[in-house]
């Protein structure tokens, strides 16, 4: 008798659960159709670039990024906004400029990378080592670059998925300082790019605290080429490098926040947004205003919906992704809070359109989750039964504290033609693509607001 | 008997003159065979972008090129290579910035074009009016612009042939004059450009005797888009331009002359080549290191005949086409000898393939010059019945003088992505592309130089 009663039980509860599911399965639909026939992500994004523009955490310009983001989200209607203040050591560009000195005088297109300490003033001249490979020089014996500039001319691999850059990223980060253990003065890299053209793509370089500090900038695609070129000629080639850069220490920066407050749990979070700040030489459109204005997009369709989901969904506008701080800072002032963060993801690989999902391990036992794969299945999207491991870097301090992440794929093939570059402008984005990404989250994370799934009990 | 003797003669003759037609196609094939097997344009263009690089007329660096061009003619093997001295006002560029100011503060990425005055050293900072169409702009009455910066933001047309920049090139030739009639004090155009990237495309311009000269530049398409995007707002916009440059009088140019002297007419001569000067930003890949490279290339395979054809066929790297000069000159120095130019072509449009030619009137009728639609029609090239009117602006000037003009159409669908710009540097050059347009120039040049062909009297 008990057995049956508990089976009995166990049936209705499927039965309760899977009514439930649909119901979320639909309004999830309906989500989704609506951002597919147009969103408020092109021209969110229209207006923080026409608008704002380049914006890196620290600069004045970023400080009008946050008012904007402020006006942005009280505009589209949602509640508790307000700014989340901390401070950064600003990185702040100064003027650049390359050439080969000799045997063939030529200007080059460089881009300090963010965080490179400056040349002097009279710039660093010295014959270079050119590496085909970052193994190569890695391989190179300490003290084999004494005075030389190192130049690593390593292509990146365009993929779907972006790992082409993840495979790449070290030659950027620890490139100066491994370049500088074995001597040399100055560091050069082929842009981490997929593109074919003269403009250079930055980003952030870590120094060790074990190696000399050396001057470091991204050479465009096109002339790390030349320098190939050159190079198989068998001469000597001496570069004149100069840069120049400032730091800002305790610069204001902030992270940007908006709800839509849940209507039984509101004290239940799922965390989503993008990055406010960008790197200096584009508009910062698919760096990531694109990811900040599809995320704002999608928490708008579902604070507008009149019947709110159950847990609150959280917009973050985080204020310094490229050289870091955000995320930290986000981790730190939430960190009480943090045993209610059900989820939490970012977007920023671009426009997209989406094209996979994954979930925290265990999630699609629910059926609330396993329906995603019929809702999300008509805009071309892969729900992948591989869990989760990362969403974005501004969500790693709440990752590293416990909080299940939800991660949206964008198509990444032709991110890294643009990435970093002054060609990050608003043209690159497809509002299509855009609305696309935008119906996926709002579906996906709707229905993680409206279900009672508990993302960390079901990984168990 | 009479009229029998005549048909017989006129049969013999055409019997002789169409089997020596075949003999000039069998040996137009081998070399359009070669070419596409693998040509030196390529290798030469590589040389010229690696070894030289960007060569303004009037620089160090068009001296260098000089002296490559002069060394790379004699390796080729050419005869009587030299060079022929002119001079020109060069015109340097300095630095360059633009800036809107208000409402929205954002860097713009420019290019001041050949031949423009400087801002004052402080810079020039006034109210834009914004014009979608260049028509927009001569419709402004007289006086209407004072104090103003006059910017046009229409876009250019992609099309096979080219002529999306033939329609729309007075915006940046005559677009500065028109603008300060109407009393503005600086120019902005949309480069003349059909990528969508931040890369601006310069060009020269020319200043209307009867206007005030007021500094113009070109936007990248992105920054005009820009533009538009913060007009549509309807709030004024200030831009803070600043342009330096200067001019050099009598700076030293040059044509380079190589020649395959030919074996029986030596003194009837065939003009081929491209410009050996380049626009500053880029390497001068595409223009014109590809139209150099592709017709020293065919020159290279006709002058490596055992047995040469007929006549000369001369190949001139002209000094100075961007700014104009080495067109006037070349025909200066060679008007006594004009009437012995059977022909002239240049190839000034980029690296191919090429999918057209066409030949001065009447010239189809010579069956050496029909059966030019055997050999080219293989590589995919049509022989259009359309006369050629033109070739390219360095043999105007012989054009001018009387000599009929053989035009090689590259497609040029892509080209305006690129010309002018930082980003015309070797990896935008196809080696099949090239060594196509060798087969086509060096099949259809044989041709001429080895057939009797009077291009003059078939026209009449």
């Known amino acids: 008798m008990r057995s049956i009663l508990a089976a009995s039980a166990a049936v ?10 649909q119901s979320i399965a639909d309004t999830s639909a309906q ?32 400080k009008r990024a946050m008012e904007w983001g402020v006006a942005k989200l009280t505009a589209l209607g949602f509640q508790n906004v307000h700014t989340e203040p901390f401070t950064i050591t600003a990185w702040v560009r100064g003027p650049e400029s390359a050439e ?6 030529q200007h080059l297109a460089i881009l ?3 965080g490179s300490v400056p040349t002097p003033k009279e710039g660093i001249e010295a014959q270079i080592a050119l590496f085909h490979t970052y193994a190569d020089l890695l391989a190179a014996p300490v003290g084999s670059l004494t005075g030389k500039i190192a130049v690593v001319t390593q292509p990146m691999v365009r993929t779907q998925t972006g790992e082409g850059y993840g495979a790449l990223i070290a030659m950027r980060a620890a490139g100066p300082s491994e370049a500088a253990r074995r001597g040399a003065v100055a560091y050069l890299l082929r842009s981490l790019a997929t593109s074919e053209n003269r403009l250079p793509h930055t980003g ?25 070129h050159m190079a198989a000629r068998g001469q000597p080639i001496t570069i ?13 920066a902030w992270n940007v926040v908006g709800e839509a407050v849940g209507r039984e749990k509101p004290d239940e979070v799922i965390v989503i947004g993008g990055h406010l700040d960008s790197w200096d030489p584009g508009t910062g459109a698919i760096d990531d205003g694109a990811g900040l204005s599809i995320t704002t997009a999608a928490a708008k369709l579902i604070n507008d919906l009149p019947r709110h989901p159950r847990r609150t969904v959280r917009m973050v506008m985080f204020g310094s992704e490229e050289m870091g701080g955000s995320g930290e800072a986000y981790a730190a002032h939430h960190k009480d809070e943090v045993a209610k963060i059900v989820a ?10 989406v094209w996979k999902v994954q979930l925290p391990k265990g999630a699609l036992a629910d059926p609330a989750m396993s329906a995603m794969t019929g809702v999300l299945g008509p805009i071309k999207v892969v729900v992948d039964p591989t869990p989760s491991t990362e969403s974005g870097s501004d969500v790693e301090g709440l990752q590293s504290l416990g909080v299940p992440m939800i991660a949206l794929q964008p198509d990444a093939t032709h991110y890294f033609d643009i990435h970093h570059s002054a060609d990050d402008t608003l043209d690159k ?29 079901a990984a168990k």
Chains 1, 2 share one sequence.
């Open 31 to 62: 989500l989704r159709d609506r951002a597919v026939a147009g969103s408020a992500a092109y021209p969110v994004l229209e207006s923080l670039t026409t608008e704002i523009g380049a914006r890196p955490a620290g600069s004045p310009a970023q």
């Open 429 to 457: 984005n497809d509002p299509k693509a855009l609305d696309q990404s935008v119906a996926a989250w709002a579906a996906l994370i709707y229905a993680a607001a409206e279900s009672d799934i508990d993302f960390r009990a």
């Open 112 to 114: 300090g990378l963010g």
């Open 100 to 105: 080969v000195t000799a045997p063939y005088p």
């Open 204 to 228: 952030a370089t870590r120094y060790a605290a074990d190696a000399p500090k050396i001057p470091a900038a991204a050479l465009s695609v096109a002339d790390a080429e030349l320098l190939d």
């Open 12 to 21: 209705l509860f499927l039965a309760v659960n899977t009514a439930h599911a």
């Open 240 to 252: 004149r490098l100069s840069l120049d850069s400032h730091t800002v220490a305790n610069a204001p």
């Open 344 to 353: 939490a993801g970012e977007s920023d690989e671009g426009p997209g359109p």
